[in-house]
């Protein structure tokens, strides 16, 4: 998965913004910089970056909260108990559960929460690097529909048939995503899966309305194009690089303890995405 969202941000979307912004059809003030693709792929990973910042803000704030009424709570324990009991204090300590957290966010049996998080911080981020991730998916394939419904009939079927194999790999790339995130209800993974399938439809549909209204070689319509393309470039870049590679990767402690094997594996297996979605771009 991880090597498909890569290489379909460096193959299928940079090359193509790039493209458009050299397009005659523009003004000759959007083609006298050459590197508009590469500024808006920059604003949107710095955009994301401000998102996730604010996110995890919110847990830490969400976290504190937690932690001064967990305090509250443990200090009018103690307080019953002394009153009303002849438990001594040693034991009262001793009551409370081996797993319980104090407000430093270590408990007794030596688990850390990082930063003071909420105690499944790690599925929310996770959580958060996945919409991001089909953020920028979604916004793909709603350009890739745009494109297929404005193609001409002797391009068509061959454009056709290498999105399906896109949209498989895509698809694949998410599902394993929305699959980690180990969600106890179906709701969530339906709604997201949703999403994916009719998105690409949707853009077929504006396609084909843009075919009948106006040319789409108009300036604004491939304008449109490229900033779309170039934004969702930032976004799948900014996912593979930080939520996927860095963080599920180097600085996943289970996967550098794993096996070697089973690291040369998980490495194929991405090497083997990103080479059969480099592939499709031959002809899409």
Same mark, same amino acid.
């Given at each position: 998965?991880?090597? /498909? ?5 460096? !193959? ?13 059809? +523009? ?9 508009? *693709?590469? /500024? ?13 910042? *604010? ?31 002849? /438990? ?7 009551s409370v559960s081996p797993h319980e957290h104090n407000h430093d966010g270590i408990s007794t049996d030596g688990h850390v929460h990082t930063a003071g998080f909420l105690e499944n911080d790690d599925k929310a981020m996770q959580n958060m690097g996945t919409l991001i991730l ?28 290498? +999105? ?15 699959n980690d995130l180990g969600c106890k209800s179906w709701l969530k993974p339906t709604i997201m899966g949703s999403f994916f399938i009719i998105m690409t439809p949707i853009g077929v549909a504006i396609g084909i309305g843009i075919h009948s209204a106006f040319s789409s070689n ?28 860095? !963080?599920? !990767? ?25 080479? +059969? ?8």
């Amino acid at each position: 998965g991880t090597g /498909v969202i890569l290489a379909t941000a460096f !193959i299928h979307m940079l090359p193509e913004a790039l493209e458009h912004f050299d397009s005659p059809c +523009l003004s000759e003030g959007w083609r006298s910089y050459h590197a508009f *693709a590469g /500024v808006f792929c920059m604003l949107a990973s710095f955009g994301l970056q401000l998102i996730e910042l *604010a996110a995890l803000s919110n847990l830490d704030a969400l976290a504190k909260k937690r932690a001064l009424a967990a305090q509250a709570d443990g200090a009018k324990l103690d307080i019953e108990g002394l009153a009303y009991s002849k /438990v001594e204090p040693s034991k009262l300590q001793e009551s409370v559960s081996p797993h319980e957290h104090n407000h430093d966010g270590i408990s007794t049996d030596g688990h850390v929460h990082t930063a003071g998080f909420l105690e499944n911080d790690d599925k929310a981020m996770q959580n958060m690097g996945t919409l991001i991730l089909e953020l920028g998916i979604l916004m793909h394939s709603i350009i890739i529909g745009i494109t297929l419904g404005t193609t001409d009939n002797d391009e068509f079927t061959t454009l056709l048939i290498t +999105l399906v194999f896109h949209q498989f790999f895509e698809g694949i790339a998410l599902g394993t995503r929305i699959n980690d995130l180990g969600c106890k209800s179906w709701l969530k993974p339906t709604i997201m899966g949703s999403f994916f399938i009719i998105m690409t439809p949707i853009g077929v549909a504006i396609g084909i309305g843009i075919h009948s209204a106006f040319s789409s070689n108009s300036g604004s319509f491939v304008l449109a194009q490229a900033i779309l393309d170039s934004l969702s470039a930032g976004i799948l870049l900014y996912s593979a690089y930080i939520s996927l590679m860095s !963080i599920e !990767i180097n600085h996943n402690v289970a996967f550098r303890k794993s096996p070697t094997t089973q690291k040369a594996i998980c490495f194929l297996s991405m090497y083997i995405g990103a080479g +059969l979605m480099a592939l499709l771009g031959k002809w899409a």
